[in-house]
Nanobody
Framework: QVQLVESGGGLVQAGDSLRLSCAVS????????MGWFRQAPGKEREFVAA????????YYVDSVKGRFTISRDNAKNTAYLQMNSLKPEDTAVYYC???????????????WGQGTQVTVST
């Protein structure tokens, strides 16, 4: 089992930055990749970014490339999502997730956190 706990969400203005954290516990040695997803009201859950746990290879949805950076600290068992130049359309509940196997860009991750709200005002 793997447990995930997100933190760092909040209310910010357009152009501001936020860093989301995802604390990972349990069988961390079994993790292949960590991902961040988001779901806005009335919309389907969307893949945002992912990173392989050991190799650090990163993947992003086009709408966040150049603004968001995913990273992980294996020693702290924590994944991060640095979000810069936030836009109102980034408003959503953000979820971190862990996958035990490839591929990285997919929706059926094995473990999910509870989500953290990010609201970007104009």
């Amino acid at each position: 089992q793997v447990q995930l706990v997100e933190s760092g969400g909040g209310l910010v203005q357009a152009g501001d930055s936020l860093r989301l954290s995802c604390a990972v516990s349990g069988r961390t040695f079994s993790i292949f990749a960590m991902g961040w997803f988001r779901q806005a009201p009335g919309k389907e859950r969307e893949f945002v970014a992912a990173i392989t746990w050991n190799g650090g290879n990163q993947y992003y949805v086009d709408s966040v490339k150049g603004r968001f950076t995913i990273s992980r600290d294996n020693a702290k068992n924590t994944a991060y999502l640095q979000m810069n130049s936030l836009k109102p359309e980034d408003t959503a509940v953000y979820y971190c997730a862990a996958s035990l196997r490839p591929p990285v860009v997919k929706f059926d991750y094995d473990y999910w956190g509870q989500g953290t709200q990010v609201t970007v005002s104009t």
